[in-house]
């Protein structure tokens, strides 16, 4: 079997990744949203439009400082 993330050899300890590295990298992928399925529900159209909302106000009402 082939790692999921880089294609080398899967490791029984990191099935089905070849390492931890990967594995985690994985993890990550899950974890931002890289992973999540599309859906055409009105009712999670709204709410996903609802949390931009939010999110844009919240952005508004932070200080931005420029490095």
Known sequence: MSC????????K????????R?????LGKWLNGAYAVPSLDPEDIENASEETRR???MEEKTPQTRH
């Open 13 to 20: 300890t990191h099935q089905p990744f070849c390492s931890k």
């Open 22 to 26: 990967c594995a985690d990298i994985d």
């Open 4 to 11: 999921l993330i880089c294609g080398g050899d899967a490791q």
């Open 55 to 57: 999110a844009l106000q």
